[in-house]
């Protein structure tokens, strides 16, 4: 992996499936599947999203589809992160968000570029390793890393304003709950008879406002760190 100078800058805009054309096509096929935030569309366009994937992989980066990143896990299609993040923007000014699942840090990357603070956890310490690599090139400053059960939140950073969860839960965290604001919103895949739905849980003052949305297909959410 390239990582100073010139050639960084090489490896970072990409060359043929993994250039900005490509990225373009991508995000023009967002656009055609109802994503609307300009915002978003433009850090989407601008996110070098091959640098997450094994070099093997790396053609394949902008396809609609999840790809793997090793210990059985998966980058999540871009379709999907576009959705998750477009629903955590309707809510303006989010300070910090938390994400459950780091992954590849594709997610992460996107989230960092568009809100003021991401606290990211992940179970599976040599992905958070992997994760924080393939960020370092992007150097971005507001990204925060736990390796731990992120059923347990960050409550040292408690409470976000947005959660944003990345695996499919059977039922949703009491701790996550707890640490949504008032106001906030969480974006989390729930196990149901169906398969998977996407929920957003608003945190209100008097409970929480439960939706669902769409169906998902996320790996699941695991207990305890590896
Ligand atoms: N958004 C990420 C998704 C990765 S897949 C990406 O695009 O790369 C989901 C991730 O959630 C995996 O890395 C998995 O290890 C992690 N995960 C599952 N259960 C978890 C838990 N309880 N705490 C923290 N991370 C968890």
Same mark, same amino acid.
């Given at each position: 992996?390239?990582?100073?100078?010139?050639?960084?800058?090489?490896?970072?805009?990409?060359?043929?499936? !993994?250039?900005?054309?490509?990225?373009?096509?991508?995000?023009?096929?967002?656009?055609?599947?109802?994503?609307?935030? !300009?915002?978003?569309?433009?850090?989407?366009?601008?996110?070098?999203?091959?640098?997450? #994937?094994?070099?093997?992989?790396?053609?394949?980066?902008?396809?609609?589809?999840?790809?793997?990143?090793?210990?059985?896990?998966?980058?999540?299609?871009?379709?999907?992160? =576009?959705?998750? !993040?477009?629903?955590?923007?309707?809510?303006?000014?989010?300070?910090?968000?938390?994400?459950?699942?780091?992954?590849?840090?594709?997610? !992460?990357? #996107?989230? =960092?570029?568009?809100?003021?603070? #991401?606290?990211?956890?992940?179970?599976?310490?040599?992905l958070q390793?992997?994760?924080?690599?393939?960020? =370092?090139?992007?150097?971005?400053?507001?990204?925060?890393?736990?390796?731990?059960?992120?059923?347990?939140?960050? =409550?040292?950073?408690?409470?976000?304003?947005?959660?944003?969860?990345?695996?499919?839960?059977?039922?949703?965290?009491?701790?996550?709950?707890?640490?949504?604001?008032?106001?906030?919103?969480?974006?989390?895949?729930?196990?149901?008879?169906?398969?998977?739905?996407?929920?957003?849980?608003?945190?209100?003052?008097?409970?929480?406002?439960v939706e669902?949305l769409e169906?998902?297909?996320?790996?699941?959410?695991?207990?305890?760190?590896?």
């Open positions: 992996m390239a990582t100073t100078g010139t050639s960084l800058k090489h490896y970072l805009e990409g060359i043929g499936m !993994t250039s900005r054309r490509t990225r373009e096509r991508m995000v023009k096929r967002l656009e055609e599947q109802g994503i609307k935030n !300009t915002d978003l569309l433009r850090v989407m366009r601008d996110t070098p999203r091959h640098i997450f #994937v094994d070099e093997a992989l790396a053609s394949r980066a902008y396809e609609d589809t999840a790809l793997p990143i090793g210990y059985n896990q998966t980058i999540s299609q871009p379709y999907i992160v =576009a959705k998750m !993040t477009e629903l955590l923007l309707e809510k303006s000014g989010l300070t910090k968000v938390l994400e459950i699942g780091t992954g590849c840090g594709y997610q !992460t990357a #996107v989230l =960092a570029q568009l809100v003021q603070n #991401v606290y990211t956890v992940e179970r599976i310490l040599p390793k992997k994760a924080q690599n393939y960020l =370092a090139n992007l150097a971005l400053e507001n990204i925060y890393h736990q390796h731990n059960d992120g059923g347990l939140g960050w =409550a040292d950073y408690a409470p976000f304003d947005g959660i944003l969860v990345s695996a499919a839960a059977d039922t949703v965290p009491g701790m996550l709950l707890q640490q949504l604001a008032i106001g906030g919103v969480m974006l989390i895949p729930i196990v149901n008879d169906c398969g998977q739905v996407l929920q957003r849980i608003t945190r209100l003052t008097t409970g929480y406002q669902d169906p998902v297909s996320f790996v699941p959410f695991l207990s305890g760190v590896e």
